[in-house]
């Protein structure tokens, strides 16, 4: 079964997935089975720099999680990865982040052979300026302005995209409210990925409660990794990185 195909089995079920990012400039080599093995999937990938290939690497000797990457450059492409996350940033107006960024990486993402997941990227105002919103150079739409965050998910289903992702930005004060969750779970049938400022199991109970189907935390476990068992969702929710997937 296909990365993409497991996601979405387990939205059409009404699953819920936990998600761990990893940035490859913070993220230790070693102690990574303890990191992830609360986790259903593992994301990989940061807003600069590189070292995606070594923590891909290191991850696939110590865990058996699915290892998705979700690149913030060209850089961060390696095939050791199970699948990645192709996205378009589509809350952006700079046509770097919706097209630009993508053509460069096209030919290295094919010659790869990995599995590439169409998503739309949404950010979203976290209440604080967040590195995604410096590396795209894009404005975040306002929390308030739910209407157009529900119009550009509803622009991703019909673009094609296979996911989409709310995103309040690393670091965010304030999470993607609920009201919004729920507003582009109504209108899109695509699964829908929830991250940025998640920082209690009670957080992220909310979010999935709201209608996300795979909830993200980075930073937060970064500053506190002995924090990660308590967000235990599900003991039978993930699948493991075999021969199964592909």
């Known amino acids: 079964m296909s990365i ?3 996601i979405q089995t387990h939205s059409k079920a009404n699953g819920k997935m936990l998600a761990i990012l990893l940035d490859p400039e913070k993220t230790a080599l070693t102690d ?23 923590l891909t690497e290191a991850l696939k000797k110590q865990t058996d999680k699915p290892v998705i990457l979700f690149p913030g450059n060209i850089q961060q492409i390696t095939d050791q990865a199970d699948a ?7 809350s952006s107006r700079n046509a770097e982040m919706l097209i ?3 053509i460069e990486a096209a030919r ?9 997941i169409p998503m739309g990227y949404i950010l979203i105002d976290g209440g604080t300026h967040s590195s995604v919103e410096h590396t795209t150079r894009s404005q975040p739409i306002p929390q308030t302005d ?3 965050i529900v119009s550009t998910a509803i622009a991703a289903e019909l673009l094609g ?14 999470p993607v409210s609920t009201d919004i969750i729920r507003a582009v779970r109504q209108a899109v049938s695509l699964p829908l990925i929830v991250g940025g400022g998640i920082c209690t199991p009670e957080q992220m109970q909310q979010a999935f409660n709201a209608g996300a189907d795979v909830v993200v935390i980075g930073n937060h476990f970064e500053r506190h ?6 967000f235990r969702i599900n003991e039978s929710a993930g699948i493991k990185a075999s021969a199964n997937i592909g």
Do not use: C, W
């Open 146 to 148: 739910i209407e157009q």
């Open 161 to 174: 995209m296979r996911l989409v992702y709310l995103e309040a930005g690393s670091g965010a004060k304030t």
């Open 84 to 90: 990645l996350l192709f996205l378009s940033v589509l």
């Open 32 to 54: 990574l089975n303890r990191r992830t093995e609360s986790a259903d999937l593992v994301f990989v990938g940061g807003s600069t720099g590189e070292g995606a290939d070594r």
């Open 100 to 102: 630009g960024r993508q």
């Open 225 to 230: 990794p002995e924090q990660i068992p308590l």
């Open 108 to 116: 290295a993402v094919r010659q790869s052979g990995i599995e590439t």
């Open 4 to 6: 993409l195909s497991h």
